[in-house]
């Protein structure tokens, strides 16, 4: 082997050895982005991560007229009346829907179509009026098109099986398979004296 220069063999001893190479500018580039996308990234995740930890649950409605809103049906006592409401000779249409909150839970009084079967689910035998299906309708009424009818006592005829009945047809007792014919301003009209309940 040859000796090495004076030159080459100074620059090895004093460590002034050629540099090693660098990786291109370009690169070094790329992956200074890739890491602070990858740092944003993470503390993203964490962030959602910290709010899902300490945010509240759903919010449940608050109960109307002590009735509440439960998740799920609640079967253990569960029976079914009708409702029929015509204001100034028209019929109006009880909605699908009512007592259900948009959370998902049910009011123990509430509608699932819109022909007037009110469905009484509650987690114990308990005894409903008419006013509080008409409560619980009303507190989205702009939603579900809450007759302002309803909230004056006089100018109604007021029938249940059928038979004309006087007083606050708020304080109807809502029973198993119960027929309510409520007209406002609307003589002549025909009350409920048969309804198909099918299997409910």
Known sequence: ????????????????????????????????????????????????FLLQ???????TPTPVDQISCNQGEQLAFHIHAHLS?????????????????SGGCLYWLHTHTPDGIIHMEAPHVQSFVLGDFLDI???????FNYPNALDVITGWQTFVDGQPVAGNFRAIPLKAHTLITLAYRSPGVQPDRFYNWGDL
């Open 85 to 101: 409401i015509f204001v100034n000779g028209q019929a109006v249409i009880v909605p699908s829907a009512i007592g259900i909150a």
């Open 53 to 59: 930890l300490h945010s509240p649950g759903p919010l």
């Open 1 to 48: 082997m040859g000796a090495l220069s004076p030159d080459r063999h100074e620059q090895q001893r004093d460590g002034s050895a050629t540099p090693l190479r660098q990786p291109p500018m370009r690169h070094r580039h790329y992956f200074s982005l890739f890491f602070q996308w990858f740092l944003v990234a993470c503390f993203g995740l964490s962030l959602i």
């Open 137 to 143: 309708w009303k507190q989205r009424s702009s939603q």
